[in-house]
C-alpha cells in the first residue's frame, strides 16, 4: 500500500477523529479486503492491522461490525496468515475473547475469521498454542450449550474445532477418556445446521485416524434418519471406513450388520461420489482379510509406484463419475 495513503488511513482512524469519517475510512478498507491484492498490501501495514482490531471492540456497532467483516475477508486467504500472525501478536488473543463473550453481537464473524485461521496446519499449530487446554475446553463447552450467545449461532464452531483435529494434540484431547468429549459431540451428529454437524462429522472423522477410539465413536444410534446433506453422508461413510482400518475394527463393524445398512444407502443414493464411497466401504466389507502381518491398513506401506496407480485409478474413478 502507498504510505501516503496508509498514514492518511490511520489519521482518519485516531479515536479523536469524527465517528462518520472512521466509519468511511474502515468502509474503504473493507472494500480493499475484497481482493486478493488488496488484501496483500493490507497485511503489509502491521499498524493498520492493529487499528482494525482494536476497532472491533468499537462502541459504534456499524463500526465493530465492518472491522470483524475485514478480519473475515483477510483470515479467507491462506497466504496471509504468516502475515497476520506475525504482524499482529495479539490477534488470536484478542479473537478468542470476543468469541467467549456471551454478549458479543458479532461473535458469528469472529468464529469464521477464527475458523479461517485454523484451516492450515502452521496457523492451527499456533492457534493450538495460544488456545492450550483452558481454551479448547472452553470451545467444547460453548459448542455444547445451546444459545451460549443469544446474538449469535456460533455454528461454526464445528468447523473450528474440526480443524484443529487436524493435529494430533487436537486429536488427543478430544480422546482423552476422562474428558467424555466424545459422548457429548454424538448428539449434535444429527442435529442443528449443517454447518456445525459437517463441523462435527468432520472432527469424529479426523479422531478415526487414532488407532486406538473410545467405544462410544465406534457407533452412531441406529434410530436416527437418514442425513439430508450429501457431504456429511460422504464424512460419515470415511469414517466408518476408517473404523475398519484393523482386524478388530473390521470384525466389530461387520458384526453391526453395515453391509446391509450401505447396500440401501447406495441403492438410494443419487450423488455419485457419495456412491464411489458406499463401493469402496463395502469392497471392504466383503473382501478377504488381509495376511498375517498386514492386519492393521493403517500401517501398511504401499509402494510408490502402487500408490500412483492407485491415485490414477481414483482420479479416473471421479472423472467418470462427473461426467
Known amino acids: 500500500m502507498d504510505p501516503a495513503l496508509c498514514s492518511e488511513l490511520l489519521s482518519f482512524l485516531k479515536p479523536e477523529t469524527r465517528a462518520d469519517v472512521r466509519a468511511q475510512a474502515l468502509e474503504y478498507i473493507l472494500g480493499v479486503s475484497g481482493t486478493p491484492e488488496g488484501r496483500q498490501s493490507l497485511c503489509a501495514e502491521p499498524r493498520l492491522l492493529q487499528v482494525v482490531l482494536d476497532l472491533t471492540t468499537e462502541q459504534s456497532a456499524h463500526v465493530a461490525q465492518d472491522a470483524h467483516h475485514v478480519l473475515v475477508n483477510l483470515t479467507s486467504d491462506p497466504t496471509t496468515h504468516k502475515s497476520l500472525l506475525?504482524?499482529?501478536?495479539?490477534?488470536?488473543?484478542?479473537?478468542?475473547?470476543?468469541?467467549?463473550?456471551?454478549?458479543?453481537?458479532?461473535?458469528?464473524?469472529?468464529?469464521?475469521?477464527?475458523?479461517?485461521?485454523?484451516?492450515?496446519?502452521?496457523?492451527?499449530?499456533?492457534?493450538l498454542q495460544t488456545l492450550k487446554q483452558e481454551g479448547l475446553c472452553q470451545l467444547l463447552h460453548m459448542l455444547c450449550t445451546p444459545k451460549y450467545n443469544g446474538h449469535a449461532s456460533l455454528d461454526y464452531l464445528g468447523p473450528l474445532v474440526c480443524n484443529l483435529t487436524q493435529l494430533p494434540e487436537g486429536r488427543d484431547f478430544i480422546l482423552d477418556r476422562d474428558r467424555c468429549v466424545i459422548q457429548r459431540l454424538l448428539p449434535y451428529v444429527t442435529?442443528?445446521?449443517?454447518?456445525?454437524?459437517?463441523?462435527?462429522?468432520?472432527?469424529?472423522?479426523?479422531?478415526?485416524?487414532?488407532?486406538?477410539?473410545?467405544?462410544?465413536?465406534?457407533?452412531?444410534?441406529?434410530?436416527?434418519?437418514?442425513?439430508?446433506?450429501?457431504?456429511?453422508?460422504?464424512?460419515?461413510?470415511?469414517?466408518?471406513?476408517?473404523?475398519?482400518?484393523?482386524?478388530?475394527?473390521?470384525?466389530?463393524?461387520?458384526?453391526?450388520?453395515?453391509?446391509?445398512?450401505?447396500?440401501?444407502?447406495?441403492?438410494?443414493?443419487?450423488?455419485?461420489?457419495?456412491?464411489?464411497?458406499?463401493?469402496?466401504?463395502?469392497?471392504?466389507?466383503?473382501?478377504?482379510?488381509?495376511?498375517?502381518?498386514?492386519?492393521?491398513?493403517?500401517?501398511?506401506?504401499?509402494?510408490?509406484?502402487?500408490?500412483?496407480?492407485?491415485?490414477?485409478?481414483?482420479?479416473?474413478?471421479?472423472?467418470?463419475?462427473?461426467?
Open 86 to 127: 506475525g504482524h499482529v501478536p495479539t490477534l488470536l488473543p484478542s479473537l478468542l475473547t470476543l468469541l467467549q463473550d456471551p454478549t458479543c453481537p458479532f461473535s458469528d464473524s469472529t468464529c469464521t475469521a477464527l475458523c479461517n485461521l485454523s484451516r492450515e496446519e502452521e496457523s492451527c499449530q499456533s492457534f
Open 191 to 323: 442435529a442443528g445446521s449443517t454447518v456445525r454437524k459437517g463441523g462435527i462429522v468432520g472432527t469424529l472423522r479426523n479422531c478415526c485416524f487414532n488407532h486406538r477410539l473410545p467405544p462410544d465413536l465406534q457407533y452412531l444410534p441406529e434410530d436416527k434418519e437418514r442425513e439430508s446433506d450429501p457431504d456429511i453422508r460422504k464424512m460419515l461413510i470415511e469414517t466408518v471406513q476408517l473404523l475398519c482400518a484393523t482386524a478388530g475394527g473390521r470384525r466389530i463393524v461387520r458384526q453391526k450388520g453395515t453391509y446391509l445398512i450401505m447396500r440401501e444407502l447406495h441403492s438410494w443414493e443419487r450423488e455419485s461420489y457419495v456412491s464411489r464411497a458406499c463401493e469402496k466401504l463395502i469392497q471392504v466389507l466383503i473382501g478377504d482379510e488381509p495376511e498375517a502381518g498386514l492386519e492393521n491398513l493403517m500401517e501398511v506401506t504401499v509402494p510408490p509406484d502402487l500408490e500412483e496407480t492407485f491415485t490414477r485409478v481414483d482420479q479416473e474413478d471421479e472423472g467418470s463419475l462427473d461426467q
